[in-house]
């Protein structure tokens, strides 16, 4: 799940005690926002299989425009083993929102901000059946991160209830990424 969305959306992250208040930047450009993105980091309260502060290997995603959806194209490391994903995704009524549906459940993404250069910081709510799991991710533009958008993440996710405990930064080491080009 955390590195499916965007699989992230992308997909992507509604996060504990999130208000209506929260939106996408009303002048989302989802153009700028394509391309590769590099999941560094995830808040979330329900991953417990991993030592403190340490989420896994990166995952990454890339977010491109097929027709009237998104196609996402993503990869993550599942229990020490790389997975690819493609994923479609449709954009909501609202700039910066986006939904997929998989058999089994539902993803809402909301890009809560971004820069479309450096960072972005997602929201993601899982419906599988009566259940909703939230969390937040951290996508970046490149593998080394940026202190100044892991802080933004940590600022952000403490607003949406999550403590320093629930956020996990990947892994650098960036074995699963050459899966995005192939």
């Known amino acids: 799940m955390a590195g499916r969305l965007l699989a992230g959306l992308l997909g992507i992250c509604v996060a504990l005690g999130a208000s209506a208040q929260d939106t996408a930047p009303k002048d989302f450009d989802f153009s700028k926002f394509s391309g590769q993105w590099y999941e560094i980091a995830v808040a979330s309260d329900v991953i417990q299989h991993f030592p403190p502060g340490k989420a896994g290997r990166l995952g990454g995603v890339l977010v491109r425009r097929r027709g009237q959806r998104l196609e996402l194209l993503s990869v993550h490391d599942s229990s020490g083993s790389c997975v690819r994903d493609v994923d479609e995704a449709v954009q909501t009524g609202t ?32 419906h599988r059946g ?39 930064l990947f892994d650098p080491d960036n074995t699963c990424l050459h899966l995005l080009n192939s």
């Open 130 to 168: 009566a259940e909703t799991q939230k969390a937040m991710k951290l996508y970046s533009r490149n593998l080394r991160g940026n202190q100044e958008a892991i802080k933004k993440f940590q600022e952000v996710a403490a607003k949406h209830g999550f403590s320093d405990r629930d956020i996990h």
């Open 95 to 126: 700039p910066g929102r986006f939904e997929v549906h998989r058999e089994m459940e539902r993803e809402e993404v909301l890009v809560l901000t971004t820069d479309y250069t450096t960072y972005a910081v997602l929201e993601l709510s899982v």
